[in-house]
């Protein structure tokens, strides 16, 4: 399930070593992410493509 950091909401995979409380879940990722290249955060290193996430 991706999480929206509240600081600067930017989206994160679950397991993101940098979550803290101020993130909340996410049932679908924003409509501006087209591709795994758009998310920017290393914790989506591990897959190669959406239909992973």
Known sequence: ???MS???FSV???E???Q???WMP???LPDEVNSIEDL???CWDEY???AEV
């Open 1 to 3: 399930m991706p999480y």
């Open 6 to 8: 509240g600081d600067d």
């Open 26 to 28: 996410l049932s679908d």
């Open 16 to 18: 993101c070593a940098k």
């Open 40 to 42: 920017e955060c290393e």
């Open 48 to 50: 190669e493509s959406l």
């Open 20 to 22: 803290d409380s101020g």
């Open 12 to 14: 994160h995979a679950d």
